[in-house]
């Protein structure tokens, strides 16, 4: 079955640039799509097709991609950055999904 | 406006059956693929079920066999009925939209219902 690696936890100071990835076979193949969640909140999608930004998500959030890892990027992070980021992209089938293990953003 | 709206969680024993509801509004649901995922308390989120807008559907092997995923046009609604159900199935089950003949997965997403297996 495919699976998506990603880090438990990364901290960044305000302002700073943090890069989260995620690694998997699938996104050899498929595009990987992120999202951010906040506690008790549903999430919410902030890139996807690998590197585009939905409209209302500030461009501080990018995507990219290379191989078998993809990565987000926020560059400048502020404290409504605080959440956890979950990679997606569908399985090795094709005909479902997959979603990484998430990742914890603490802004210090 | 675009919006997700589900209902029918709730606390249900093992063996037991539920049936979810996801009211959709601002676009219409046969004409997207829509998905259930899930998020069991303090863990990730876990993808349950698909449904395309011709009308396939596919299943998460954890719940293959258990859960059948529908939806009624004429209500704009989609659907999980999920039966023999495990304490395992305890979550929030979210539903969301993939824009269909895009790459653009899971842009909208409902605000959940929870589901609690428990005797």
């Known amino acids: 079955s495919s699976e998506l690696t990603q880090d438990p936890a990364v901290s960044v100071a305000l302002g700073q640039t943090v890069r989260i990835t995620c690694q998997g076979d699938s996104l050899r193949n498929y595009y990987a799509s992120w999202y951010q969640q906040k506690p008790g909140q549903a999430p919410i999608l902030v890139i996807y097709g690998e590197t585009n930004r939905p409209s209302g998500i500030p461009d501080r959030f990018s995507g990219s991609s290379s191989g078998n890892t993809a990565s987000l990027t926020i560059t400048g992070a502020q404290a409504e950055d605080e959440a956890d980021y979950y990679c997606n992209s569908r399985d090795s089938s094709g005909n479902g999904y997959v979603f990484g293990s998430g990742t914890k953003v603490t802004v210090l | 406006e675009v919006q997700l709206v589900e209902s029918g969680g709730g606390l249900i024993q093992p063996g037991g059956s539920l049936r979810l509801s996801c009211a959709a509004s601002g676009f219409i649901v046969s004409s997207n693929h829509m998905s259930w995922v899930r998020q069991a308390p303090g863990k990730g989120l876990e993808w349950v079920s698909l449904i395309y807008s011709g009308g396939s559907t596919y299943y998460a092997d954890s719940v293959k066999g258990r859960f059948t995923i529908s939806r009624d046009n004429s209500k704009n609604t989609l659907y999980l009925q999920m039966n023999s159900l495990r304490a395992e199935d305890t979550a929030v089950y979210y539903c969301?939209?993939?824009?269909?003949?895009?790459?653009?997965?899971?842009?909208?997403w409902g605000q959940g219902t929870m589901v609690t297996v428990s005797s």
């Open positions: 969301a939209r993939g824009v269909t003949g895009t790459v653009r997965e899971f842009d909208i």
